[in-house]
């Protein structure tokens, strides 16, 4: 079956500008987890989505980073004002439940570079 | 407060030797253990978990790893490697009461030398 997905595969963009990368998880996933993939920082927990409740967004770094889950499915990770600190490539993992140590299934991600 | 640490960035081993990849963890709660590999410009896969259970679990692709309690560790092994198993490694802790988001270390890249 389809896997995750992610869009775009590369985005390049000039600092300041706002970007938003997309998420599409495995159909009857119920959990959705974005984590990001740095040379200076190895791999970070940004925020994640259970179900219908509210997110748990300890992980983001900055109020420039938000996210959304539109109808439990499709996830939009939003970055505002880009800094060419938040060059990095943004992993997307969707999970069948957010419990019980259940497998997280990664996206190919997104490589954002900020010039 | 959960955290992992990878021993060793980079691993070189010759073909058809032992794998040995070093993973310690440190967890307040029982934790979930994980490999995962990277291979260039993909995604994670993952090898083999740990939840609960029986302490020595195995793997894809021929790998297996022991969770030891005692020593905090969750080594990962291969009796044999192959070129194919050239690639990035990551050992990752998650837990039941904290959504079970991963921790990861900061990877071990293994090369195969033929």
């Known amino acids: 079956g389809a896997g995750v997905s992610q869009s775009p595969s590369n985005k390049v963009t000039e600092k300041g500008k706002d970007v938003e990368l997309r998420c599409d998880p495995i159909s009857g996933h119920t959990a959705l987890y974005w984590y990001r993939q740095s040379l200076g920082q190895g791999l970070e927990f940004l925020i994640y989505f259970q179900g219908n409740s509210a997110p748990d967004k300890s992980g983001l770094p900055s109020d420039r980073f938000s996210a959304e889950r539109t109808g439990g499915s499709v996830s939009t990770l939003t970055i505002q004002r880009t800094q060419q600190e938040d060059s990095a490539v943004y992993l997307c993992?969707?999970?069948?439940?957010?419990?019980?140590?259940?497998?997280?299934?990664f996206g190919p991600g997104t490589r954002l570079t900020v010039t | 407060a959960q955290s992992v640490t990878q021993l060793g960035s980079h691993v070189s081993v010759s073909e058809g030797a032992l794998v040995l990849l070093r993973c310690n963890y440190s967890?307040?709660?029982?934790?979930?253990l994980f490999w995962y590999v990277q291979y260039p410009n993909q995604g994670l896969q993952l090898l083999l978990k740990y939840t609960t259970g029986a302490t020595l679990v195995k793997g894809i692709n021929g790998f297996e790893a022991e969770f030891k309690k005692s020593e905090t560790s969750f080594h990962l092994t291969k009796p044999s490697a192959h070129m194919s198993d050239a690639a990035e490694y990551f050992c990752a802790v998650s837990a039941e009461n904290a959504g079970n988001m991963l921790t990861f270390g900061g990877g071990t890249r293994l090369m195969v030398k033929p």
């Open positions: 993992a969707s999970s069948v439940a957010f419990s019980g140590g259940r497998e997280q299934y």
């Open positions: 967890s307040s709660v029982p934790p979930y």
